[in-house]
């Protein structure tokens, strides 16, 4: 099971649309392209002193305010303001994505009391029946989508005050993104023959033929859509992109992705690795960022800053 899950935006790129146009009629392919591997990059990251959140799980912004899930068993939830970390008691534990909806404030959880839960003034509201090892959360069309781990139906939609299961959608899913008019579901699903990336249009669901495999997040960049995966894809190089109708494998890419953000026309990508774990891509080129922190789950900007989820906590990074 992947360690991480991600708050997406919702983004609308017609560009990416052609992806559900075209591939019942296109054959696509599993190619490599070989950008040249540039110099490292740096950036002067501080982890922020005092109390603050550790094994951090995902990032997300709610109303203007940081937050961080984290995987720690109770009150996993933490919030940024004034400059510092404040514990949220009580919260959920075992957060594995945060989300926005209608206003107010949904996180979704792995623990024994599994569910979406929302925020009220002093207490959590459990968000219809307990669903199983949330692993994404998202908002699209005033309906909120969550993707589970582990379980089946996989993915579900909550509309009337009610979770409704999504049939036909695959299982395992650790990411989901809205394009458009259509939502893309990521999934780890195992001994997977028929590819990792799936959309729903119109209430069906089909597979990305000729996707990755053990996809653990989704993201929409410069008109193309990004597939991060797992180790399952031997040889690292775990950055797909969807370009000219087929699926293409990045070579030199990054290892075991967990998370993508996008700042100022560059994408930004983070990694399992212990040490360097930041990578980004501009002008073609993958770039590791030199000095960047280890073992990052979630990436999140804001406010000029970038902000990277770790065991240790959250790190920080001004961009000029």
Not at 65 to 85: I, P, S
Not at 130 to 153: F, M, R, S
Not at 227 to 247: H, I, K
Not at 252 to 277: H, I, K, M, Q
Request: glycine share 10%; no cysteine.
């Amino acid at each position: 099971m992947k360690n991480r899950a991600m708050f997406t935006a919702i983004l609308g790129l017609s560009a990416i649309t052609l992806l559900s146009s075209t591939q019942e009629s296109t054959q696509a392919a599993m190619t490599q392209q070989k950008p040249k591997l540039a110099s490292q990059g740096s950036l002067h990251w501080v982890l922020e002193k005092g109390s603050r959140p550790q094994e951090v799980s995902t990032l997300a912004m709610h109303q203007g305010t940081l937050y961080a899930g984290t995987y720690q068993a109770n009150n996993g939830v933490w919030v940024y303001q004034h400059h510092q970390w404040q514990r949220i008691y009580p919260s959920p534990g075992q957060v594995y994505a945060l989300a926005s909806y209608g206003g107010q404030f949904n996180v979704g959880t792995q623990a024994k009391s599994a569910g979406v839960w929302r925020k009220a003034q002093t207490s959590w509201v459990a968000v219809g029946h307990a669903l199983p090892n949330i692993d994404a959360l998202i908002a699209k069309n005033h309906v909120l989508y969550a993707g589970t781990y582990g379980h089946e139906p996989a993915v579900w939609a909550y509309r009337r005050g009610a979770w409704q299961a999504m049939t036909g959608a695959p299982s395992d899913v650790t990411s989901l993104l809205s394009v458009g008019n259509l939502l893309y579901a990521g999934s780890q699903m195992a001994n997977a023959q028929q590819g990792g990336v799936w959309y729903e249009r119109s209430g069906v669901w089909h597979v990305a033929k000729g996707s990755p495999k053990n996809v653990s997040v989704l993201t929409a960049f410069a008109g193309h859509l990004f597939a991060g995966t797992q180790s399952g894809q031997t040889g690292g190089n775990n950055v797909w992109v969807f370009q000219r109708y087929r699926w293409v494998r990045m070579v030199p890419s990054p290892n075991n992705v967990t998370s993508f953000v996008t700042v100022r026309g560059v994408l930004y990508a983070s990694t399992e690795s212990a040490s360097d774990s930041v990578w980004r891509y501009q002008h073609g080129v993958w770039t590791p960022m030199l000095n960047s922190p280890g073992n990052v789950t979630s990436l999140l900007y804001s406010k000029h800053t970038l902000f990277a989820g770790t065991v240790d906590g959250v790190y920080q990074a001004k961009l000029s």
